[in-house]
């Protein structure tokens, strides 16, 4: 039965989808920044070349398919909260590059970005990594058999084949989520004593 949410036809189209949309951001920058002068044939030709590689080069395919949606959810979001700033009264002229300049809008808007970033990075090189590392550990060494923490195949064991539990298990061990929230509470502590 064919449904509007079946994306075996999209799949398809993936590597179109990587093309066009690499194709538009490398022109767009190159454009904007006029790193070549005036050219836009070299623009168009540079942003041709890596767009043409990133859609035939697999990791990097995956890599832009998993950090496009989310990066345009974000886009959304802040899109979303201008508008609603702009019901309240503030001028898209006047306000709006001063609440951009403000360290704790750019900071944000930077630390979110690096976060979809790194989770791009780990979906697309963490189970590839974590096979080519899988039982190379030496001797008397931390992942050694025999060293401290639940056996293989226990609940909570970071020795699975799998990237994704062990990456859950890591994060969701109660040393990382007290380390965690010993960080957000310095965190606090240092923000909240500056700015007195």
Do not use: C
Not at 35 to 63: C, E, Q, S, T, W
């Amino acid at each position: 039965m064919a449904s509007i949410l079946d994306t075996g036809l999209v799949n398809l189209f993936t590597g179109i989808f990587v093309f066009l949309l690499v194709y538009s951001v490398v022109w767009g920058f190159l454009t904007w920044r006029k790193i070549f002068g005036d050219n836009k044939g070299v623009y168009a030709m540079v942003a041709f070349v890596l767009a043409f590689m990133a859609a035939i080069a697999p990791p990097v395919r995956f890599f832009i398919t998993f950090i496009a949606p989310w990066y345009l959810a974000f886009i959304m979001v802040l899109f979303f909260i201008l508008f609603i700033i702009t019901l309240f009264g503030l001028s898209s002229d006047k306000d709006f590059p001063g609440i951009i300049k403000d360290t704790r809008v750019y900071t944000t808007i930077l630390v979110v970005s690096v976060v979809i970033f790194l989770a791009g990075l780990a979906f697309t090189l963490g189970q590839q990594s974590l096979e080519l590392t899988q039982g190379g550990a030496p001797e008397g060494s931390i992942m050694a058999p025999g060293s401290v923490g639940p056996s293989p195949g226990m609940p909570g064991s970071t020795a699975t084949s799998s990237y994704s539990t062990n990456l859950a298990n890591t994060l969701f061990h109660p040393k990382v989520l007290g380390l965690a929230v010993t960080f957000l509470i310095a965190s606090l502590a240092v923000y909240f004593l500056s700015t007195n």
